[in-house]
């Protein structure tokens, strides 16, 4: 059974830079049927595309965090990274990884972990 | 950017109901469109992808319809398991960036 998961501080300073990976366990990210994706979740509110990549290295971004967001992959480690630059309050959330086959929705989350940008 | 609504934002509905939530597109998506399941705390849950494809272990009382800019969720007969809160995708264009609605609360009557 595939399983993603979400590792890396739970807390951020404000300006500072919030780096996450996701794992993959059970099947391998470098797949070319699939792409891995972020998504986002503020406290109490909606859902919000970050980005996603290709095992191959290509990369996605969400217009509106494209200057901030890059998104990288390690298949050696089956892993892939996220680094979101110039944080401020906005940016506390819960994050996702995720992954989406070609064609559909995204099908396997990670449970999500809690980043709170605070000084 | 397409920009995604969904409605109604909250729907009130008891065991056995037929539900309807409605997304719509600022722009055509053809049919890329998904839709999820999220309960408080958890990881959303695909339900159905390519506006009308029913994902592997999800209930066939949940469908989807639509293409273009207009898309339906249904829940044929409402279960007490499918009180939550519903999402549409669109993953038309990764240029355009993957857009979620802004959901659905179906909660009990």
């Known amino acids: 059974q595939l399983q993603l998961r979400e590792s890396g501080p739970g807390l951020v300073k404000p300006s500072e830079t919030l780096s996450l990976t996701c794992t993959v366990s059970?099947?391998?990210?470098?797949?070319?049927?699939?792409?891995w994706g972020w998504i986002r979740q503020p406290p109490g509110k909606g859902l919000e595309w970050i980005g996603s990549?290709?095992?191959?290295?290509?990369?996605y971004y969400n217009p509106s965090l494209k200057s901030r967001v890059t998104i990288s992959v390690d298949t050696s480690k089956n892993q892939f990274s996220l680094d979101l630059s110039s944080v401020t309050a906005a940016d506390t959330a819960v994050y996702h990884c995720?992954?989406?086959?070609?064609?559909?929705?995204?099908?396997?989350w990670g449970q999500g972990t809690l980043v709170t940008v605070s000084s | 950017d397409i920009q995604m609504t969904q409605s109604p934002s909250t729907l009130s509905a008891s065991v056995g109901d037929r539900v309807t939530i409605t997304c719509r597109a600022s722009?055509?998506?053809?049919?890329?469109l998904a839709w999820y399941q999220q309960k408080p705390g958890k990881a959303p849950n695909l339900l159905i992808y390519?506006?009308?494809t029913l994902e592997s272990g999800v209930p066939s009382r949940f469908s989807g319809s639509g293409s273009g800019t207009e898309f339906t969720l249904t829940i044929s007969s409402l279960q007490p398991d499918d009180f939550a809160t519903y999402y549409c995708?669109?993953?038309?264009?990764?240029?355009?960036?993957?857009?979620f609605g802004p959901g659905t609360k179906v909660d009990i009557k």
């Open positions: 995720a992954r989406r086959p070609s064609g559909s929705g995204f099908d396997y």
């Open positions: 059970g099947g391998s990210i470098s797949s070319s049927s699939h792409f």
């Open positions: 990549i290709y095992y191959g290295g290509s990369t």
């Open positions: 722009q055509s998506i053809s049919s890329w």
């Open positions: 390519k506006a009308s």
């Open positions: 995708q669109q993953y038309n264009s990764y240029s355009e960036g993957f857009t």
